[in-house]
């Protein structure tokens, strides 16, 4: 994943839906995918680089913008934002919002202290710029990037129930 982010990821991600279409364990019009932390990251990549394979999504505390993620561990896989400004944007979202066509759901604490909710906050805003439908944000006041509040979990957990029970058990549009 080196310079990167996202890619060889989404790749394999294609391959194991190629795999259980094959081996007839699900329903290509009927695949979504979640995702928390960089598992939220990967359902941005999956949903706005590959639309309409993914018929809905959800990324929890997901990061949107690498540049904006102050992680030690980033700056070994992608250098720093200001000498290698492609890696960066190669492997953020953010930079691929405008091929969401499909269902999301963005969920965040909003005291995460790990990815901030800022970053939630930008890819919203985004969304709106591009005027894209079909997307939702919830936020959570009293969650950090683990939550802890069994309202909170349920919320998100039923949330994520519901989107995928209205766009994947039905075949929704």
Excluded: C
């Excluded at 999504?57 to 200001?82: C, F, K, M």
Aim: net charge negative.
């Amino acid at each position: 994943i080196y310079r990167q982010m996202g890619h060889p990821e989404l790749e394999d991600y294609l391959d194991g839906l190629d795999w259980i279409v094959a081996n007839k364990q699900g329903d290509r019009d009927r695949i979504g995918i979640y995702g928390g932390s960089y598992g939220g990251f990967m359902a941005f990549m999956a949903l706005f680089r590959e639309p309409g394979t993914f018929k809905a999504g959800a990324a929890l505390r997901p990061v949107s913008d690498w540049s904006q993620y102050n992680h030690e561990y980033t700056s070994n896989i992608l250098n720093t934002p200001d000498i290698d400004p492609e890696a960066y944007a190669k492997s953020s979202p953010i930079e691929y919002a405008e091929g969401l066509q499909d269902h999301l759901l963005i969920a965040h604490g909003m005291i995460d202290d790990n990815v901030f909710f800022k970053d939630s906050v930008m890819m919203a805003q985004r969304l709106i710029e591009l005027r894209k439908d079909k997307w939702e944000i919830a936020p959570y006041p009293m969650e950090r990037h683990g939550f802890t509040h069994p309202d909170a979990w349920y919320d998100e957990y039923r949330r994520i129930f519901e989107l995928f029970e209205d766009t994947l058990k039905q075949g929704g549009s």
